[in-house]
């Protein structure tokens, strides 16, 4: 059964760049067809979908954060990551990684979600 | 790009039915066959129920079925039980490589 666990700092200082890591088991990162995303959602707020990437490392982005994000992938680790600067107390938000199909919002499965605080 | 818009809030009462509409444009919902829905229990993350506008994952209760006319979507619980008490948000394919979610829907069972 394909598993995926978010891990990184809960608190990040405003300014900083926040730094989340998504592990994969119970398969590989690197099979045909999936996108691996995240997705985020503010305490109390609806759901955002930030970006995803293919295990090539082609990647697509929402326009709105798409300045201030980078997802990058390691297949030897079976890992992806996230990366987004200049953060504010905007980004307060539940992290979520999941995977998907292509251009699809087919979302499944999706990882537990990690609480990441901008606050000085 | 926009939020897809929901209704805040539905309700009804054990074994009644709950459409939960999902309103967007012909750039989104109404542009592709690519509508998905999920249900959020508090403190936990979203659960794939509907996907590409009216099929069902895997152990997905027949009770939840999803329709689109138009530029707006539906996910309708019929048979409504206590455990169906969660938020509902539907996402659609955007086109350009971009993904949408609605304003999400907090569903009460009565």
């Known amino acids: 059964q394909l598993q995926l666990q978010e891990s990184g700092p809960g608190l990040v200082k405003p300014s900083e760049t926040l730094s989340l890591t998504c592990t994969v088991s119970?398969?590989?990162?690197?099979?045909?067809?999936?996108?691996w995303g995240w997705i985020r959602q503010p305490p109390g707020k609806g759901l955002e979908w930030i970006g995803s990437?293919?295990?090539?490392?082609?990647?697509y982005y929402n326009p709105s954060l798409k300045s201030r994000v980078t997802i990058s992938v390691d297949t030897s680790k079976n890992q992806f990551s996230l990366k987004l600067s200049s953060v504010t107390a905007a980004d307060t938000a539940v992290y979520y990684c999941?995977?998907?199909?292509?251009?699809?919002?087919?979302?499944?499965?999706w990882g537990q979600g990690t609480l990441v605080t901008v606050s000085s | 790009q926009s939020a897809l818009t929901q209704p805040p809030s539905a309700s009804g009462s054990p074994g009644q039915s709950v459409t939960i509409s999902c309103t967007g444009t012909?750039?989104?919902?109404?542009?592709?066959?690519?509508v998905s829905w999920y249900q959020q229990h508090p403190g936990k993350a979203p659960k794939l129920m509907i996907y590409?506008?009216?099929k069902r994952p895997s152990g997905v209760p027949d009770r939840f079925s999803g329709s689109k006319s138009g530029n707006t979507a539906s996910l309708t619980v019929s048979g409504l039980q206590a455990e169906d008490e969660a938020d509902y948000y539907c996402?659609?394919?955007?086109?350009?490589?971009?993904?949408?979610f609605g304003t999400g829907t907090k569903v009460t069972v009565l």
């Open positions: 996402s659609s394919y955007a086109g350009s490589n971009n993904l949408v």
């Open positions: 012909s750039s989104d919902v109404g542009g592709y066959n690519y």
């Open positions: 999941a995977r998907h199909p292509y251009q699809l919002p087919t979302i499944d499965p």
């Open positions: 590409e506008v009216s």
């Open positions: 119970g398969g590989s990162i690197s099979s045909s067809s999936y996108y």
């Open positions: 990437i293919y295990y090539s490392g082609s990647t």
